[in-house]
């Protein structure tokens, strides 16, 4: 009876989801939902938050009752981040951005504020991103490692088994570098992976899913990030598992 509930669930949300022109997020919702659930996260960590359309996201679609910690540099939008975090008690925002380093950097601000980052638009870019692509003025911005961050976190939210989600615009291998042995405590990690990177030194696909299984993590789902990127692949996303959960429930 649960499995025909279960799936009667499903084909509603991909319903809802397809009226609301989101059915190409429905892989990602389904993917986090189990993740989330089959390995008890509690909190998760919105790394590149942007107006907090992916804590939304996970309130909404996912299910995710957890703490969010929601990191968002661009201070043109982070009023917004305030408003929607605002009445939810569990989620939780921070104007700093996450890299490889503490201290402060030029935090580039993007024509289309989704594309904001660290790192530079590179040269040569689809017509479809290169007017959206481009700095219109940068700003400092206080950088953090998660590292060194986390201790206070955990102090202040109690949380025990996080998960690390990603969309910096080309700076999620630094944010990963930057955890350092943070990144051993997390369930997972969830990154955008770059096909035809569109940043100045941005890591390729293949250089990410290397260095993740360097590091223990190995893929759990892969789905496209949103429904362009036609006739050629630019990007997509994928969620990692920690491969040490894997161990320890043999």
């Known amino acids: ?60 679609d996912a299910g995710f009752t957890g703490t969010i910690l929601s990191f968002e540099p661009n201070p043109d939008i982070f009023s917004a981040l305030s408003r929607h975090a605002g009445s939810d008690k569990r989620w939780h925002i921070f104007n700093m951005a996450l890299s490889d380093f503490d201290g402060t950097a030029r935090f580039n601000i993007m024509a289309a504020d989704q594309f904001s980052s660290l790192e530079k638009p590179a040269a040569g870019q689809d017509a479809v991103f290169a007017g959206r692509n481009k700095v219109t003025r940068t700003v400092e911005m206080p950088c953090r490692r998660l590292e060194s961050l986390m201790p206070e976190l955990q102090a202040a939210h109690g949380f025990t088994l996080p998960f690390l989600k990603m969309d910096t615009q080309g700076h999620d291998l630094s944010v990963c570098e930057g955890a350092g042995s943070a990144l051993d ?51 997509m996303d994928g969620i990692f598992v920690n491969q040490a959960l894997l161990a320890a429930a043999d």
């Open 1 to 60: 009876m649960n499995r025909y509930v279960r799936e009667l669930s499903d084909r509603w949300r991909a319903m809802r989801l397809a009226l609301s022109g989101r059915v190409h997020q429905y892989p990602e919702i389904q993917a986090l939902r189990r993740f989330l659930g089959a390995f008890k996260v509690d909190c998760v960590f919105d790394v590149g938050a942007n107006r907090g359309q992916y804590a939304t996201m996970l309130r909404k």
């Open 185 to 235: 405590v997390m369930a997972g990690v969830q990154t955008e992976l770059g096909v035809r990177p569109i940043y100045e030194g941005g890591a390729g696909y293949r250089a990410m899913i290397d260095w993740l299984a360097e590091h223990g993590f190995a893929p759990s789902a892969f789905f496209a990030n949103n429904k362009g990127h036609f006739p050629l692949l630019v990007e």
